[in-house]
């Protein structure tokens, strides 16, 4: 015998009323995206759940990429046998072989197909004394706190056999909550506010500044990199390239030290704001934690985002520097994230930037730079990638 079939569970997706079917076929495109590598690998959706069809494939990849995909809240690997005794209790015999460190057992039997004859609490019994007899003495049933639950889910077309549940990524399924255009630097905090704003179900854009010859093309590739380790997690990602670096010297002759980091800030949410609204974005994301640097106090924060009316999320603005590196290292950016290459907000940073600038005085030195030619040439002057997985679209190598 071998594990042929994965059931999939739903988490809030079945919290969605009228709406649930929607989100059930987003996930299971999502779940298709990610099985693409392994073509013999089939997933329907039937009542209640999405069952992955392994055709012969081993089970172990194909379980490693459902633990990604948002909107999963468990899945278990299942052996499907036909809807007879027999076979269900040889197949209940071979779930526990699983399970060798296992001292306790149960059966739990569950008739959907009300038309097989013998009902769950005959089935617990029948399955049951079978498998004792067949370990003597080995194993003992325990009903309030087994080490190992074997389910026997009877469905019309078959019977799924299951001995264990693995979390699911669990949160809504990549692109049910629309789409956000996020400010990715390349350091640590960006792709992290990335994957929470994904696991709530926002498809995510990349957009980046950058600014050579300051910055180099290892930095960019730092972005790519970060954004197909993100892939994992939710489909398809653009990657918005900004050129930046006419308007850092611009501002850097132009404006007084103390509100340099301001202003930058300023152009590049003006920026995001007309970029988003051209494509239908309806809001903006970024990596920003409360009190981290001069530019993430509450004031500096509040004069940046004077320069939109969109909703600006910060996911991890209540989030200490520990517990966000912890979390880079669980979803495997944080190796990437911490290369030392200098992105544009590394460079021509000044010592002295105000804490609590003032929107006023910024708008006073804002009249000393071309904001709007600036803004013009850059979003001119814009390159983009799609990034999937491990491959990227062609525009890739025309980039470098």
């Given at each position: 015998m071998k594990m042929d079939h994965i059931l999939v569970r739903y988490g809030e997706l079945a919290l969605k009323g009228k709406n649930r079917g929607h989100f059930e076929k987003l996930l299971l495109a999502n779940?298709?995206?990610?099985?693409?590598p392994f073509p013999k690998v089939q997933a329907k959706r039937t009542f209640?759940?999405?069952?992955?069809?392994?055709?012969?494939?081993?089970?172990?990849?194909?379980?490693?990429?459902?633990a990604n995909v948002f909107g999963i809240q468990s899945y278990s690997l299942a052996l499907r046998v036909e809807n007879e005794l027999e076979a269900m209790q040889k197949g209940a015999l071979f779930m526990l072989t699983e399970h060798p460190d296992a001292k306790t057992f149960k059966v739990s039997a569950r008739r959907a197909y009300k038309l097989f004859p013998i009902d769950s609490q005959s089935l617990n019994h029948k399955i049951g004394s079978y498998v004792l007899k067949a370990f003597t003495g080995e194993l003992a049933v325990d009903v309030h706190h087994p080490d190992v639950n074997v389910v026997v889910d009877v469905r019309e077309s078959g019977t799924y056999i299951t001995a264990g549940v693995y979390a699911g990524a669990k949160g809504l399924p990549v692109g049910s909550s629309g789409k956000v255009l996020h400010l990715l630097s390349g350091g640590i905090?960006?792709?992290?506010?990335?994957?929470?704003?994904?696991?709530?179900?926002?498809?995510v854009e990349m957009l980046h500044f950058h600014s050579p010859p300051y910055t180099n093309e290892r930095a960019k590739q730092k972005v790519i990199d970060l954004t197909r380790e993100l892939t994992k997690f939710g489909r398809t990602i653009t990657i918005h390239f900004v050129p930046f670096t006419d308007i850092q010297t611009h501002i850097h002759k132009?404006?007084?030290?103390?509100?340099?980091?301001?202003?930058?800030?300023?152009?590049?949410?003006?920026i995001a704001d007309r970029i988003a609204r051209e494509r239908g974005i309806l809001a903006i994301s970024n990596g920003e934690s409360l009190g981290q640097v001069a530019s993430q106090t509450l004031a500096s924060m509040n004069t940046i985002n004077e320069m939109t009316n969109l909703p600006v999320l910060r996911p991890l603005l209540a989030m200490d520097k520990e517990t966000t590196i912890a979390y880079a290292k669980r979803i495997g950016t944080y190796e990437t994230s911490i290369l030392p290459y200098e992105d544009c907000c590394t460079i021509f940073l000044p010592t002295d930037s105000k804490t609590k600038p003032k929107r006023d005085r910024s708008a006073q030195f804002e009249q000393y730079v071309q904001v709007e030619e600036k803004c013009r040439e850059a979003i001119a002057g814009i390159e983009s990638l799609e990034v999937t997985g491990a491959q990227s679209s062609p525009t890739l190598d025309q980039l470098f």
């Open positions: 779940i298709r995206h990610v099985l693409k209640g759940r999405i069952v992955v069809e392994l055709n012969g494939t081993d089970h172990e990849p194909v379980a490693a990429a459902l905090d960006s792709p992290v506010a990335a994957h929470m704003l994904m696991g709530r179900g926002a498809e132009e404006v007084p030290s103390s509100y340099e980091m301001t202003i930058m800030r300023r152009m590049m949410l003006r």
